[in-house]
Structure formats: structure tokens, C-alpha cells
């Protein structure tokens, strides 16, 4: 696996695609056009928590872009690969689609794609910590969004969660104050993170009532897309609240119905880190959740009929 993904970086580091502009042809455009569906079919396999047909997808995508020479095609659908890495805690792997990405895009001058790999790219290493380099490429990608007319609400949110990491509070409610007025309230995943993001600062700071109402209503937007992964982290947060409040039932009601997200999405990392919480919580409340627990640990062995994603 890894020598295949380490090929296709290479392929895009040795500036095997040029920029040149293909040729004109009809079988050019309907080959462009099939890539653009391919994408919006990874992406909406990805909202879904599918990520094997969404790599399938964004897989496809990136050969009809790469047979086309369409460069800009080859990056979106490069950062559509590496956020499917960074889901499955393949920190290695999305680090080079993310860098593949970033080359593409600067190599055709697309400053959009380029700011998006930037700051998609900061967000994997917020996730690692290591926030001093994720604040360098957020920097580098607003100033080029700046150039291009306009900073993207994910650009934004994702600097107010580095504002929290560092503790800057007010910095971070601001930055969320203007990813939300730069978001469109259709595009429903996009307004859920921006109040998931809110809800956790508040949370930090400890106004837990704000905070609940904003993830419940990060919940509603992202089942309203169907988004299962975030609907997951959604359950999961007002699962920490609810514990922490005392409202043991409360709690568990929550933490199940986020595991079992997570255990569809197949991510063994969050579920086996919180299985013992779930029986702890069930016997705090005198509940049963063997059934619950069952299929979970089916979902987990890959014996789910996995009629969602087909």
C-alpha cells in the first residue's frame, strides 16, 4: 500500500503533468465532466461515513483528471484521498496526498485548490499538535485567499480551532463569527462544524448550556445532510456534557448512538476507546446495552450488511 501511494507522489512531484491546456475536444470535456461527478460522489460518500466507495470515487476521479491533464482536477481530487487518510489516523499517508495536492495546485497556479490543501493540511497537523507549523500554512493560505477575493469558512474555522488550542478564546470566537457569516446556511456541513467549533470553546470556557445548544444544533444540520461522521462527533460531545452534568442516562443515550455511527464508519480507535465508558455509564444507569454492544463489535469484525453505502 505504502509503495503505491509513495508512486503517486512521485508522479506528481516529477512534473509529469504540465499545465498546458488540453486540447479542445469533446472527448476532452465529457472526460472533465465525468471527473467533476466522480468528485461530488466522493464527497457525498464521504459525508455518509462510506469512505471505501468514497475512495473508489475519488480514486476515479483522479485518473479521469491525470488521463485529461486537467491539473486542477488531479489536486481536489488528491485532497478528497488525503482527508480519507486523515479520517482512518493515517497521518503519514495524508501528509503526502495533502504535499501532492499542494503541488499540483501551485503548479497550475490555482490559487483556490492551493489555499484549500494549505489549510486542510494545518488542520491534520492541528491534530497532531504541532500547531506551530499548522498557524505558517494557515497564514500562507489566507494571504493567498485574501489575493484571490475571499477567505473560506473552513480556512477561518479551522484558524479559531487553533486559537483554542493556544487558549486564545476571544480570537477563536471572532475568527467563528466570520466563518459564519462567510458560510452559506445550504451548505449544511460547513455551518454544523462551524457550530461544533463554537461549542467547543464554550465548552472550554465553561458556558456547558451555550455549548449543548450549539451541538445539538451541529447535530440537526448534520443529519439534516446526512453527514454520519459528523453526527458522530456531535453525539459524542453532548455525551462528555452530559456525563460531566451528572445525567448519567442522559449520557449514555448520546455516547451509544455515537458508537454505533462510529462502528458503521468502521473507526476502531474511538470505539474501543470508549466501549468501557459505554458499560460503566449502563451500569450507573442500571441499563442494558448488550444488544447495542453486540453489534457493535459485529460492525467493528466487518459483518455489517452495510446497506448505507451501497
Known amino acids: 500500500m505504502k509503495k503505491s501511494l509513495v508512486v503517486i507522489v512521485l508522479l506528481a512531484a516529477t512534473g509529469i503533468w504540465a499545465c498546458a491546456a488540453s486540447p479542445n475536444a469533446t472527448s476532452t470535456v465529457n472526460r472533465c465532466d ?10 457525498y460518500w464521504h459525508h455518509r461515513g462510506c469512505s471505501r466507495k468514497a475512495l473508489n470515487h475519488f480514486q476515479a476521479a483522479y485518473e479521469y483528471f491525470s488521463l485529461r491533464d486537467q491539473l486542477q482536477g488531479v489536486a481536489r481530487s488528491l485532497i478528497g484521498l488525503a482527508h480519507l487518510h486523515r479520517l482512518a489516523d493515517n497521518r503519514e499517508n495524508a501528509l503526502l496526498f495533502y504535499d501532492a495536492a499542494l503541488a499540483a495546485a501551485r503548479r497550475c497556479g490555482d490559487p483556490s485548490a492551493t489555499a484549500r490543501a494549505m489549510s486542510s493540511k494545518a488542520a491534520l497537523l492541528i491534530d497532531s499538535d504541532d500547531l506551530s507549523a499548522a498557524e505558517t500554512l494557515l497564514d500562507a493560505a489566507r494571504l493567498i485567499s485574501l489575493k484571490n477575493g475571499s477567505i473560506s469558512a473552513m480556512l477561518l474555522n479551522h484558524r479559531a480551532v487553533l486559537a483554542m488550542k493556544g487558549k486564545r478564546y ?12 462567510s458560510a452559506a446556511e445550504t451548505d449544511s456541513p460547513t455551518a454544523a462544524t462551524i457550530r461544533f467549533t463554537r461549542a467547543s470553546v464554550l465548552k472550554r470556557i465553561g458556558d456547558d448550556q451555550q455549548a449543548m445548544e450549539l451541538f445539538e444544533q451541529a447535530l440537526e444540520l448534520d443529519r439534516g445532510a ?19 452534568s451528572g445525567q448519567t442516562e442522559t449520557a449514555l443515550d448520546y455516547l451509544e448512538r455515537s458508537l454505533k455511527i462510529y462502528a458503521l464508519m468502521g473507526n476502531r480507535t474511538i470505539v474501543l476507546d470508549h466501549l468501557d465508558r459505554l458499560e460503566s455509564l449502563a451500569g450507573q444507569a442500571g441499563s442494558d446495552t448488550r ?3 453486540h453489534y457493535i463489535n459485529q460492525w467493528l469484525a466487518g459483518e455489517a450488511v452495510d446497506v448505507v453505502c451501497r
Open 226 to 244: 446526512g453527514f454520519s461522521r459528523g453526527m458522530a462527533a456531535d453525539l459524542l460531545a453532548m455525551a462528555d456534557i452530559s456525563e460531566q
Open 291 to 293: 444488544i447495542s454492544v
Open 34 to 43: 465525468q471527473g467533476e461527478r466522480e468528485l461530488k460522489r466522493g464527497t
Open 170 to 181: 476571544d480570537e477563536a470566537l471572532t475568527l467563528l463569527d466570520q466563518a459564519a457569516s
